[in-house]
């Protein structure tokens, strides 16, 4: 049976107020923001944002956060609030970039070709918009190195726009795919902002996952210099996923005393730490369980949501797996063990627990097996995985350590870390 509204009208498959291709997609493909939620980060990002125009304050930001965290929403957020004070934005994703600049050039001169075509892609973006004609090329046809600042200053001035933004987004591409090294970037970066001194209505933005962070900041003297503040993206909070899935819920249900419906406490529980509280798997999970269950049910319960979690994921779970049995050199029993974890949908799971879901769950290994059988392979698999994770050899336990929590005193409990949920969304969005 369909959902229904709070006046009991039967909520079409339209209506998902999720996004399948993640959150930032929301921004990217759509007029309108009714399928996006404001956390408390945009919202004060946002007017920060605001106010430093307002005030003709230099806006100069570095967005740090991991893939899936809303990097690219909060570039596309920060572009409107451009467009709103009639001004113009630029959006540089390198990702595009990338491999025409490999195929263009030998690695010792990607460098300079990088720049070439971020100027050129500038100028496209400008034409386009009619801010400039196709005889402003001469600008920079015969440009050398020397003067390019002076040519990217001169193409965004004759736009005649007082707020003028660059964002380049997906920085993280030119390191893991061209030989550019970082404090090069860097520099670059410097030498713009500084020539965007003279004009508070121009501003830089600038995206990078959390890999380089570290990185990025032993060469941070430079970014301090061009003023540059540095904002770090965080997976939301437990009560934070439930504001989420409420405001997305409601937006469709008007239903003001029961948000979370058409799904049930539990299932905020469950998104929440499959998802570890990245805002693209909270918004993909979310995606999958509303438009898999609503031909059926009228609202979705737990077990609802982790057949279909694990029937979505399983796949690709065990395929994560099976890797890293080859590589930490564990048994097929505990390699069953990681899987029906995963069916558990993260939760904290006892032998017990975990021979309770055998009965119901759609890993092939316990199949035809009783249940002693089932039970006595977990316990050698609990034994296995308990060894590991208690070995005195520091390198592999600190690597063991990464997917898998073990909690208390017999019975012990397990749990699989979110970097596991993680790499295995990572796989799926991949294929």
Same mark, same amino acid.
């Given at each position: 049976m369909p959902y229904q509204d709070v006046n009991g009208n039967e909520i079409s498959s339209a209506q998902n107020p999720y996004v399948i291709s993640g959150a930032a997609a929301s921004v990217i493909d759509q007029k309108d923001n009714s399928k996006l939620v404001y956390t408390q980060f945009i919202k004060d990002l946002l007017a920060e944002v605001k106010q430093s125009i307002k005030i003709r304050r230099p806006i100069n930001l570095f967005?740090?956060?991991?893939? $899936?965290?809303?990097?690219? %929403?909060?570039?596309?957020?920060?572009?409107?609030?451009?467009? &709103? %004070?009639? $001004?113009?934005?630029?959006?540089?994703?390198?990702?595009?970039?990338?491999?025409?600049?490999?195929?263009?050039? %030998?690695?010792?001169?990607? *460098?300079?070709?990088?720049? $070439?075509?971020?100027?050129?892609?500038?100028?496209?973006?400008?034409?386009?918009? $009619?801010?400039?004609?196709?005889?402003?090329?001469?600008?920079?046809?015969?440009?050398?190195?020397?003067?390019?600042?002076? %040519?990217?200053?001169?193409?965004?001035?004759?736009?005649?726009?007082?707020?003028?933004?660059?964002?380049?987004?997906?920085?993280?591409?030119?390191?893991? &795919?061209?030989?550019?090294?970082?404090?090069? *970037?860097?520099? *670059?970066?410097?030498?713009?902002?500084?020539? *965007?001194?003279?004009?508070?209505?121009?501003?830089?933005?600038?995206?990078?996952?959390?890999?380089?962070?570290?990185?990025?900041?032993?060469?941070?003297?430079?970014?301090?210099?061009?003023?540059? &503040?540095?904002?770090?993206?965080?997976?939301?909070?437990?009560?934070?996923?439930?504001?989420?899935i409420e405001t997305k819920n409601s937006s469709v249900t008007l239903n003001p005393n029961n948000k979370i419906y058409p799904f049930e406490d539990e299932v905020i529980d469950f998104v929440a730490v499959v998802s570890g509280g990245v805002p693209r798997f909270v918004e993909t999970i979310c995606q999958l369980i509303w438009a898999e269950a609503e031909s059926l049910l009228q609202s979705v319960s737990l077990e609802t949501a982790r057949r279909i979690f694990s029937n979505s994921y399983r796949v690709y779970a065990e395929a994560y797996f099976s890797e890293l049995k080859e590589v930490h050199k564990f048994s097929v029993e505990a390699e069953a063990f990681f899987n029906i974890l995963f069916y558990s949908g993260g939760r904290k799971q006892s032998i017990q627990d975990l021979l309770l879901l055998t009965q119901s769950c759609p890993i092939e290994y316990f199949y035809g097996l009783s249940e002693k059988e089932v039970e006595y392979r977990l316990k050698k698999a609990d034994k296995e995985i308990k060894n590991k994770l208690e070995t005195k050899n520091e390198s592999e336990i600190n690597e063991f350590n990464k997917y898998i929590d073990l909690f208390g005193k017999r019975p012990y409990r397990y749990t699989l870390k979110n970097l596991v949920f993680e790499q295995i969304f990572k796989s799926r969005e991949r294929l």
């Open positions: 967005l740090v956060g991991e893939y $899936g965290y809303g990097k690219t %929403t909060l570039l596309n957020l920060i572009a409107q609030e451009f467009d &709103n %004070t009639s $001004g113009v934005c630029i959006s540089i994703k390198f990702q595009e970039i990338v491999t025409p600049v490999a195929a263009s050039s %030998t690695p010792d001169k990607h *460098f300079e070709s990088l720049l $070439g075509a971020i100027l050129l892609k500038i100028y496209d973006d400008l034409v386009k918009k $009619g801010l400039l004609t196709k005889s402003d090329r001469i600008l920079f046809e015969e440009t050398e190195f020397i003067n390019l600042f002076d %040519t990217f200053f001169e193409l965004l001035k004759r736009t005649q726009k007082y707020h003028i933004l660059i964002a380049f987004d997906e920085v993280e591409a030119l390191f893991s &795919n061209l030989s550019i090294e970082i404090a090069y *970037f860097l520099s *670059f970066l410097q030498s713009l902002s500084e020539k *965007f001194l003279s004009r508070p209505g121009w501003a830089l933005c600038v995206s990078v996952t959390e890999e380089y962070y570290s990185a990025i900041m032993s060469e941070a003297r430079q970014l301090q210099e061009g003023r540059f &503040n540095f904002k770090i993206l965080k997976s939301l909070r437990p009560s934070e996923v439930k504001d989420y």
